[in-house]
């Protein structure tokens, strides 16, 4: 099976900066389908990006992904205080479905 | 507006049984494969099986396969999850989620599996 790696496991980070998390696949995701999610403490995963690139509906454009082949990245151009969360990666493109293991966007 | 309601979690024993259920509205689930989803609170996220829309097509994760048993009924809007054998790594908040990018979830129901 695909394993995700998500680095950092923390970021500490200010309101109004940029971060930038990264997810390394230990071999090719299939299509680029990676996504992307917001979890907030005693809330359900939000979709936030699909098919490695693409914003789901209702996203703000300060969320942005990239990447192809093993490396991904999230960036959240200028951090609002609701986007202090947990992000997960998920890879789609084989069986089975495997998620990285979570990055921490904590207030500094 | 799309809804997704988990119901059927507790506390059981190892070896025990549990039928999780997903009532979905707001979206023609029928037309929908749909997926369960584990959480271990405090912890990351883990994908259990997918059943397609008319449930002909299923597949597990190893570590339930042969244990656990997906299932839905769409005349009734409701995915399923038939879980027996129970053992103490089952433990965990149970999301049900649409396919294929996991874009609706519920709001899990925890199982703690425990003597």
Known sequence: ?108 | EVQLVESGGGLVQPGGSLRLSCAASGFTFSNYWMHWVRQVPGKGLVWVSRINNDGSSIIYADSVRGRFTISRDNAKNTLYLQMNSLRVDDTGVYYCASHPYFDFWGQGTLVTVSS
């Open chain 1, 1 to 108: 099976e695909i394993v995700l790696t998500q680095s950092p496991g923390t970021l500490s980070l200010s309101p109004g900066e940029r971060a930038t998390l990264s997810c390394r696949a230990s071999q090719t995701v299939s299509n680029n389908y990676l996504t992307w999610y917001q979890q907030k403490p005693g809330q359900a995963p939000r979709l936030l990006i699909y098919g490695a690139s693409s914003r789901a509906t209702g996203i703000p454009d300060r969320f942005s992904g990239s990447g192809s082949g093993t490396d991904f990245t999230l960036t959240i151009s200028r951090l609002e205080p609701e986007d202090f969360a947990v992000y997960y990666c998920l890879q789609h493109g084989s069986s089975p479905r495997t998620f990285g293991q979570g990055t921490k966007v904590e207030i500094k």
